[in-house]
């Protein structure tokens, strides 16, 4: 029986899901080594370090989403261009000569362009393919949570257009390396009346710049509790990041990625009128599954 090695080879971290014929999960494993830890030339043994033995079993196949598929990655997957849906990716997946007898491919990423700036993504388009596999949805806004956001706009399954927020580096910025970081517990959990007042907060006009003073201003004058306030901010950032949307003329947004992330996306949302559902690592490896039909059929040059 055919089984498909599922990677998603991130930055900082990489994870792996070993798939049957029918896509259902029969192990998964993950790693700290992401790309940026892989010295030059050093995919493959780390490759076969972690996953040699399920590419050993019998018609074992493997896909690789996110920026392994990047110019510092294992291999390059240029990106593809917008709108795009499962057959256009598929057509532009790359195989790696890496290991003798071994089918090992690398899906490529997507492009958009805002205005004569581009906008790109690698790992996430797998995430929305999967996520449409599962919910069944063919149209629809698919919002990711992450270091950087994406929000992505689906229509008769294809991605039509996406843009990316820096949200989640600059919580990471701002609560570590800026002043507030003195005033607040960046390692507190969400306290969730703090996180809505923050993105009720975001609602006033005044901008972020402005709104962030205010969580070092709260602490000094002791009106809110330092575990408090990392909600508090939390929840400006991804207030003023809904506060660009057109969130008036969507029905449903499905939201994807670790329940941490996408808990405080579903509270903002939720607090807009705005229904949600939510998906986790299960849409990687739906969406790698459905791609990987494309490892048996003639593709288009990059």
Not at 21 to 45: M, W, Y
Not at 212 to 218: E, I, Y
Not at 241 to 259: D, F, P
């Amino acid at each position: 029986m055919t089984r498909l090695v599922a990677i998603d080879w991130g930055t900082s971290s990489l994870r792996g899901a070993l798939l049957d014929a029918n896509g259902k999960v029969l192990e998964e494993r993950s790693d700290a080594r992401g790309i940026l830890t892989v010295a030059e030339g050093g995919f493959l043994a780390v490759f076969e370090t972690l996953f040699g033995d399920w590419m050993r079993l019998e018609g074992a196949r493997c896909l690789i989403s996110g920026m392994a598929g990047s110019k510092q990655g294992w291999v390059e997957a240029p990106y593809c261009a917008c709108p795009a849906g499962r057959v256009e990716v598929g057509r532009r997946i790359i195989d790696i000569e890496a290991m003798p007898g071994a089918r090992i491919a690398i899906v490529p990423g997507l492009r958009d362009e805002h205005a004569g700036v581009p906008d790109v993504m690698r790992g996430e388009e797998v995430q929305i393919f999967g996520a449409m596999s599962i919910t069944g949805l063919d149209d629809g806004v698919f919002v990711l949570p992450g270091t950087h956001n994406k929000w992505a706009t689906v229509k008769k399954g294809r991605v039509v257009g996406f843009r990316t927020y820096m949200t989640g580096e600059f919580y990471a910025l701002l609560s570590q390396h800026s002043i507030l970081a003195r005033t607040l517990d960046a390692a507190a959990p969400l306290d969730e009346a703090a996180f809505l007042e923050g993105v009720t907060r975001s609602e006033n006009g005044h901008g972020l710049l402005h709104n962030a003073f205010g969580a070092r201003t709260l602490a000094l004058f002791e009106r809110m509790p330092k575990e408090e306030l990392s909600s508090y901010l939390s929840g400006l950032l991804i207030g003023e990041e809904l506060r660009t949307q057109s969130l008036q003329a969507v029905g449903e947004v499905v939201l994807i990625g670790s329940s941490a992330l996408t808990q405080r996306y579903a509270l903002a949302l939720r607090a807009t009128g705005t229904a949600t559902r939510t998906l986790g690592a299960e849409a990687t490896w739906a969406g790698l599954h459905a791609l990987s039909g494309f490892l048996d059929i003639g593709r288009m040059p990059p």
